[in-house]
């Protein structure tokens, strides 16, 4: 390591006086001006994980759904997945160093990780459209090849197919051509194949409207178009042309606001969807004739995609396992839908993709979705090998399910949920099932449902387990929350220090709209008072 150099380059990525920051659920993201020194760095620590780990690894620079003028800056491991915990202790140490103390940190990581400083390295950058992300992306550069690393920069990429990339460069091609028309011809190729068994015409289906957030989305959806060909026609909004990245607008606006995104021109019984900024989220929805927004989740996606999927192993007779993974947020009504009528077991993890992911992990073929719509389906190597096997081999009708199941574990990215490719997984399923998007949201009817936020003094005050469902801290709160959910029907509540903003989140869920907005709020005034709040207390607002 050539430390002089080093230090000469971290003069010029100054970090700001007093600034400390954290890599958290999605990396580190704040406003784009603070975030220099924090990606030159984040070069540099990528160019130690891949030493340590002989692989490529990946950093994307987004800020997801927040605001134009924040960025962020997140690694992916070899395998296309999130960084490991350990080394996101080591990102913030470095990221929060003072100049004088950048170089001491990178020799204490890599003594403490056994990197192998002559080891080659390799790093691929992706980033979004935001207007820092270009000075910012080759801020990582510079880090990047100060400790002499090797990169290649594929410039404009959704986050997911940044994960593609690691993936296909990790395994040898043999998951896929790590170029931007490989993915598409990946993706397209099973689309194209998957739909061509739909016994209808599918007419009705070939439309889809699609909110891009003003975002990545919209350029890669522009460019994939022609490789769909005829099998799906996407109309695009927000595509970046006029509107601000995320403003009113995008996956993110939509679940939270319970409404239509600006900008979009529905009507009554289209099928619409919305992705978020930097592509990973997806969710649905449509007007209905009475002229009601309805929204379709990550919920519903999940339980649109593991009936399917076990639909068709049922169908080829396999006894394979196959598990849901959710968070707390899931509607109270899915977990029941999938427990009780498809008889799929359900599993909670801690809010994040990287707990999702792992739990999916362990199933043959492991579905997992966030309610905000982030999610894809995971299958076991093995499984998918069996399933190649018997495409070639079975009976007729048995062959038709396990070549549908052939082509949707090429549908899927497996790296991370992806926005692109869970739409043309939702879109083929809706074909192949004869399914309009009423009668998909129709499978089951969501808790009528409220999300708040609560501020407080610090919001490490509250800690929680059972997968973020129950509090354990502060004294008293838990008790007050029960006593609470008691009052309501069908009703449940939790609480969560929020991973990405520096609040309270507040989740209830009840028989009606009111009760959920009342138990709400009488949840985030236990919280106020209990957890040191700070400025207006909660008033009703409904
Ligand atoms: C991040 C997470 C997302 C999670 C959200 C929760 C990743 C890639 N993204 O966006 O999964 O739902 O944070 O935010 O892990 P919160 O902690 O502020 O509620
Ligand atoms: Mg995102």
Redesign the pocket.
């Known amino acids: 390591m050539d430390l002089a150099a080093v230090t000469e380059h971290s003069a010029l990525h100054a970090k700001p006086a007093g600034l400390t920051l954290q890599y958290g ?2 990396g580190f993201r704040t406003k784009a001006e603070h975030l220099d020194h924090v990606m030159f760095r984040m070069g540099l620590l990528a160019v130690l994980r891949s030493k340590q780990t002989q692989s490529t690894i990946g950093v994307m620079v987004t800020a ?1 759904h927040n605001p134009e003028e924040d960025n962020g800056v997140k690694l992916v491991d070899p395998l296309g997945e ?1 960084l490991a915990p350990a080394w996101e202790e080591h990102a913030t140490c470095l990221a929060n160093a003072e100049e004088q103390d950048v170089t001491r940190v990178l020799v204490d990581i890599s003594e403490k990780e056994a990197v192998n400083l002559q080891q080659e390295a390799f790093v691929v950058i992706g980033r979004d459209t935001r207007p820092s992300s270009e000075k910012l992306s080759q801020s990582v550069i510079d880090g990047v090849t100060v400790l002499g690393g090797h990169f290649h920069d594929y410039g404009l990429l959704t986050t997911p197919q940044l994960h593609y990339m690691v993936y296909c460069r990790n395994t040898d091609g043999q998951y896929g051509k790590a170029t931007i028309e490989g993915y598409y011809q990946k993706l397209s190729t099973a689309f194209v194949q998957l739909t061509k068994q739909a016994s209808c015409s599918g007419e009705d289906y070939r439309s889809l409207k699609v909110d891009c957030a003003n975002g990545i989305g919209a350029l890669k959806l522009k460019e994939m178009q022609h490789y769909l060909a005829q099998g799906l026609s996407v109309q695009l909004f927000n595509d970046g042309t006029k509107g601000k990245l995320n403003h009113l607008c995008g996956a993110d606006f939509v679940k939270s606001h319970q409404k239509p995104p600006h900008g979009m021109e529905m009507k009554p019984d289209e099928r619409c969807c919305s992705f978020d900024g930097d592509a ?1 989220r997806i969710v649905y929805y449509y007007l209905g004739a009475e002229g009601h927004f309805h929204l379709i989740d990550g919920d519903k996606i999940a339980t649109l995609i593991s009936t399917f999927l076990k639909e068709l192993l049922l169908e080829i007779g396999e006894n394979l396992n196959i598990g849901v993974v959710q968070t707390a947020y899931a509607n109270g009504s899915s977990t029941r839908y999938l427990e009780e009528v498809m008889k799929v077991p359900v599993y909670c993890t801690k ?4 707990h999702l992911h792992h739990k999916a992990q362990e199933f043959d073929i492991g579905v997992y979705f ?1 309610a ?1 719509g ?1 999610g894809t389906a995971l299958f076991k190597k093995a499984v998918e090998m069996k399933i190649k096997q018997l495409a070639k081999e079975l009976d007729n009708k048995k062959q038709k399910a396990a070549k549908m199941l052939e082509n949707i574990i090429d549908l899927f990215n497996q790296a991370a949920g992806d926005a692109i490719s869970d739409m043309l997984v939702i879109e083929a399923i809706l074909v192949l099932k004869g399914l309009t998007v009423q009668q998909w949201d129709a499978l089951y009817t969501d808790l009528p449902n409220r999300q708040l936020k609560v501020k407080v003094a610090d919001r490490r005050v509250i800690s929680t387990t059972d997968a973020e469902r129950r509090a354990v801290t502060p004294p008293g709160l838990q008790e007050a929350i029960d006593a609470l959910v008691k009052k309501y029907k069908l009703s449940r509540a939790f609480v969560r220090p ?4 520096d609040v309270v ?1 507040v989740y209830a869920e009840a028989d009606s709209q009111a009760n959920a907005d009342s138990l709400a709020q009488e949840v985030s005034l236990a919280v106020f008072k209990l957890a040191g709040g700070i400025g207006e207390e909660p008033q009703p607002r409904f």
């Not at 809010?351 to 990287?354: D, L, W």
């Not at 929020?498 to 903003?501: C, D, K, N």
Request: charged share 30%; no cysteine.
């Open positions: 659920t999605a997801s999130m990973d809010t994040g993709v990287k966030e905000n982030h929020s991973g990405t903003e989140r």
